[in-house]
């Protein structure tokens, strides 16, 4: 049948009703009826189709992408080569199991996290479904490899919502308020916030370890488990230095560096992975969303001598690493590779920088700018001191998400906004996501 509807998508913001429009508004009725209401919904536009950074929605809008997902469709929506690889997968065979029939794909991911992810060192990986189940994994792995049980995290950190993951999560509400008991023996220590601690990455280092030491116990230390640049948290970029000093001290100790690349990596942040611009080498890496494009893929990757410490049987599950999902991930490394999108993420960075800073001149309640690369945020603060600021976030975001820009919020105290854009976002949309985002900061101071 052939359809009369419209359905190409333009590739300009174009703001056709009022946002939410009808349709919309009529499904999110419907939507409180059978959804839970522990599901969050800021800004309820229903999307009905995408492409490249534009999000069309149920009444004809189009909306410019800068969130991703939070940082899952890198390589930007309905790309040509995932389309199709999925689509002839789905054609092929959905599932087996991998612990019961596997196929190659699942093999050809675990070959390129193995050549992707820092260090020339021998790698295996296990892939899961989600960014919680790698992080899950991760610390299972570390923790019967070494023996040792402790696991340290960070003020800010943010890994997941499953119930050991909430404990290495560190913000209350709303991801862990009323759900505990919490999983034991994680430690949490202070994480280098320069904009609100001044310390450098060396001091920062040193007063984490000193409590590691004092109140944990380096022999009693599985793991480290880190992410590069904070997500939730509020893009906290860690002072330089950081990273290596801890990096240095969990080898000399014998504990397990992790780095939770789930938000930072994959080009995200104009490398491969956000700990390589300080030339860190992680024992294991947890990957996932701008892994696969939008399909759920994860992955665990670490020195063959930690992930082979567990017995035959000790990881899986029915859909981990599912033939869709791999064949979605094989598509987005290879069309990161071939669009150069890393050095697209670098240039997006130096735009959104020049950009921001140069707002965050003549506007008061920006108290910091920062990030890495197309992964760059600015924090909110009452003018003239270092106050956490969550009304102008509220109020940034909602400006933009009722002209038609998507603009995620985060950070401990809810005072952050966060650019993700596609990396195959176009400078003229890009110009244009700034204004919008110009207009939102000056009409909120
Ligand atoms: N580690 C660094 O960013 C997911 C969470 C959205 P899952 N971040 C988005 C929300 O409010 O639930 C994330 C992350 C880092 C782990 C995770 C968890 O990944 O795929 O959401 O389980």
């Known amino acids: ?53 534009i999000l069309v929605d149920v009444d ?22 995932l389309v199709d690889a999925v ?35 021998a790698k295996t990986s296990a892939l899961f479904n989600s960014g919680a189940e790698a992080i899950e994994n991760a610390v299972k792995i570390a923790r019967l490899a070494t023996g040792r049980q402790a696991i340290i995290v960070f003020d800010h950190a943010y890994h997941g919502r499953t119930n050991l993951t909430m404990a290495l999560t560190a913000k209350n509400m709303p991801y862990k308020d009323r759900f505990g008991p919490f999983a034991p023996e994680i430690y949490r220590v202070p994480m280098s916030y320069p904009f609100r601690d001044g310390l450098s990455g060396a001091d920062a280092a040193a007063r984490a370890i000193r409590m590691i030491e004092t109140e944990v116990g380096a022999k009693n230390v599985a793991a480290l488990l880190i992410e590069p640049i904070q997500g939730e948290g509020g893009f906290v970029v860690p002072a330089d230095g950081f990273l290596p000093a801890l990096s240095e001290w969990t080898t000399t100790n014998g504990v397990v560096f992790i780095a939770d690349e789930i938000q930072s990596g994959f080009c995200r942040t104009g490398d491969w992975f956000a700990v390589n611009h300080e030339g860190v080498i992680p024992d294991i890496v947890a990957t996932a969303k ?7 893929l994860a992955g665990v990757t670490g020195r063959v001598e930690l992930m082979n410490a567990v017995h035959e049987g000790g990881l899986g599950g029915t859909y981990g690493g599912n033939p869709v999902a791999c064949v979605a991930a094989l598509a987005t490394i290879k069309t990161l590779r071939d669009r150069n999108l890393v050095e697209r993420a670098r240039e997006i960075g130096d735009i959104l920088f020049a950009n921001l800073r140069s707002l965050a001149q003549d506007v008061a309640i920006i108290g910091d700018v920062r990030g890495r690369g197309a992964m760059v945020a600015m924090e909110f ?48 949309q890009l110009a244009d996501g700034l204004d919008v985002l110009r207009a939102a900061v000056r009409s909120a101071s």
């Open 290 to 296: 701008g892994l696969a494009g939008g399909m759920p």
């Open 381 to 428: 603060v009452q003018p003239g001191t270092k106050d956490p600021n969550p009304a102008a976030v509220k109020a940034i975001v909602n400006y933009c998400n009722q002209n038609g820009v998507i603009a995620i919020s985060c950070g401990t105290y809810g005072n952050v906004v966060r650019l993700l854009p596609p990396l195959v976002i176009t400078d003229a």
């Open 87 to 121: 689509s002839a997968q789905v054609a092929a065979f959905t599932h087996t199991c991998f612990m019961v029939n596997p196929y190659e794909s699942y093999v050809e991911v675990c070959e390129e996290l193995a050549a992707l992810t820092p260090g020339s060192h």
């Open 1 to 53: 049948m052939v359809s009369s509807v419209d359905t190409s998508v333009g590739t300009e913001r174009k703001v056709i009703t009022e946002l939410p429009g009808p349709r919309s508004r009529a499904l999110h009725e419907r939507r409180h009826a059978v959804v839970s209401a522990g599901l969050t919904q800021g800004f309820p536009i229903y999307i009905d189709r995408a492409e490249g950074a």
């Open 60 to 81: 004809g809008n189009q909306i410019l992408d800068l969130g991703s997902g939070i940082a899952v469709t890198s390589i930007g929506h309905a790309v040509p080569e």
